[in-house]
Every structure is written in C-alpha cells, then in structure tokens.
C-alpha cells in the first residue's frame, strides 16, 4: 500500500494534465459512488465491443481473418486462467520476477482490466463466496449482475490493493495494473496494421476485417467465456464436494474455458495448480502449465493433495497410497 500511494502523480496538477492521467491511469479515477448500480458509462466499453462485432456485416470473413480470431481466443484463454486466475489469484505455481513481469503484462491483451485488479476482486470472491459481500453471486443479485452488471459498477473499479500485498511488492506489477488499457490499443493497432499488410502482400485480409474478428469478435467471446466461471458455473452443473458456495463443475464449461469449468472442484481446494482433479477431466490450462514447467518458465506446480483425492470419493489416482483418517486435515 505504502508502494501504491508513493506512485501518484504529483506533476499533474492542471485539468488538462488530470484528464490526461484519468485516460492512461487506472487508478486515477476516484470512485464516485458506493452505490452498487450499473452506470452507463461504465457499461459504454461493452456496448462498443459488441457494436464492434456488427462490423462483419461491411467487412465479411476471411479464412485468415478466422484463423487469427479462433488462436487469439485461445491464447488469451490461457493467459486468463494460467496467469490471471491460477498465478496471480491463487499462487498455484511460482515464476521468477521476469516471467511474472512477463506473464502480467501478456494478460493486459485479453482486455479484462489489470492482473492486480482482476486477483483482488477474485480473491475477495473466494473469502465470500454467494453471501451478500460476493461481487459477482448470482444467488445474490441475479444471472446479469453475476455475468457482467458488477464490472459495470462504479463501487468495483478500484483495485482493492489492500486484498493482494503480496503483489503490490513488486513496482512493475503495480504499473502493469495501472496501464491496463495498454493491451487492448496494442491488440487493436497491431491487427490493423498486421491486416493492412497482408491487403498488400497477398489480399488474404484487410486491416478493418482482422480488426473486427481478431479484435471485437474475439474479445466479446472471450469475455462472456470468462464471464460464464461467475454466473454459469455456480447454477449449471454437478457438485462433487459440499463446499459453503453454489459452485458446479461442467465439462461444457471447462472446454470453452481451459479447465475453468470444474469449478466446484477449484473452489473446495483451490490452492492446486489443476482444476480437472481427475485424467478425464480435460483442463487444458494445467496441460499447458506442465509445458511451460519443462522450459523452466512456470515451476513448483501444487498438486491436488491425496485428502482431497479421499474427500472425492470417487477413488485415488493410482500413485497415491491411501491414506488413514489421522493424516487428515479437516475441511
Ligand atoms: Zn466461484
Ligand atoms: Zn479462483
């Protein structure tokens, strides 16, 4: 916290310098309200990115156009449950400092606001999950206000740096967050040029059709797929474990989200680095955590301890040894 508050701006003073720092700074913009309604103007960036989508109707489809929308979906799948969710919420692997410098600022290019932002409110989701402190509980307040209404809430934009001290630590991070705009004008610019290039070289694609799938198409997917782990995952699906929340595990969901869906799992135990607990429960995260683990970028996976395997009941992975009930940690 000290850190954070060190960071302010002190040389803007003049309006215009102010409303500079309110565009670049995440962290600039103090709240107005602690009434938990949706604003319109934070509502305004999704009706754009979904206006966005409407733009296939000028620029059409391309299979190059397609392809790049498809792997920037699951790319950035994997930077938000891998990074986002499994890392910087959890702290279900170690990195060194680079690649988690690295790691958080890749995230900014999924558009879902910064890593410290995102682990705060997630954290805080774990601590209370559906009672009535719960950000995004739709047993509290609804399916809508679950899926997307409380990112639309004036009262939830801050970073709630005091939930994460062991991240404000480190500076990098800290600026990373507060430049969270920085990925999507990136993403954006990038597909633009990268398309217009491609009109000239060999007419594949243009920049305005990359802009719209690539972009806007990609985007809102994926973030109505991240959404789902709020509000789908805890109405739809099979609870393995008595947990004190409403959370399912759903294959469904776990294939659009890389392991996301066995959230029933991932909420009785969440200190494990793989949310598919069993080989048929796909969790394509994990998979790709064990790739990065063999290049040295990601280490120390926790595992699923054998007392979870036990409470399960659905019976032990073969390496595991029973255990007696006195080695037991309650639940
Ligand atoms: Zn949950
Ligand atoms: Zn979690």
Redesign the pocket.
């Known amino acids: 916290m000290t850190f954070v508050k060190d960071m302010d701006f002190k040389g803007f003073k003049t309006p215009i310098a102010q409303l500079f720092r309110a565009l670049i700074d995440a962290d600039a913009n103090p709240v107005r309200t602690s009434k938990k309604n949706i604003t319109w103007d934070r509502l305004l960036p999704f009706v754009v990115l979904h206006l966005g989508c409407l733009g296939v109707i000028w620029t059409g489809v391309s299979p190059t156009a397609f392809i790049v929308a498809v792997a920037l979906y699951w790319v950035r799948m994997f930077l938000i449950t891998a990074f986002f969710?499994r890392y910087f919420?959890?702290k279900t692997f170690e990195m060194n400092r680079f690649w988690q410098a690295i790691a958080a600022f890749g995230t900014l290019f999924a558009v879902q606001r910064g890593p410290l932002w995102w682990a705060a409110h997630?954290r805080h989701?774990?601590r209370h999950s559906d009672d009535q402190d719960d950000v995004h509980s739709p047993s509290q307040r609804g399916f809508f206000w679950a899926h997307m209404g409380w990112i639309c809430c004036d009262a939830n934009m801050p970073t709630r740096y005091e939930l994460i001290p062991d991240l404000t630590k480190f500076p990098e991070l800290v600026w990373i967050n507060r430049l969270d705009w920085l990925g999507g004008v990136l993403l954006a610019g990038g597909l633009w040029l990268l398309g217009n290039y491609l009109y000239t070289l060999n007419g594949s694609t243009t920049g305005a059709q990359l802009l719209v799938w690539g972009f806007f198409i990609s985007t809102a997917l994926l973030f109505h797929a991240t959404c789902t782990i709020n509000s789908l995952s805890h109405v739809w699906g099979a609870q393995r474990f008595q947990t004190d929340d409403t959370s399912r595990n759903n294959p469904v969901l776990a294939i659009a989200t890389m392991g996301e869906g066995w959230h029933n799992n991932?909420h009785f135990y969440?200190a494990s680095a793989r949310q598919g607990f069993y080989w048929w429960e796909v969790d394509m995260t994990y998979y790709g955590l064990k790739l990065l683990a063999i290049f040295g970028v990601v280490k120390k996976l926790h595992p699923v301890p054998p007392w979870v395997y036990q409470k399960a009941g659905v019976g032990l992975p073969s390496s595991f040894v029973p255990l007696s009930s006195s080695t037991m940690p309650s639940v």
Do not use: K, Q
Request: charged share 0%; aromatic share 0%; net charge neutral.
């Open positions: 969710h919420s959890h997630h989701h774990h991932h969440p």
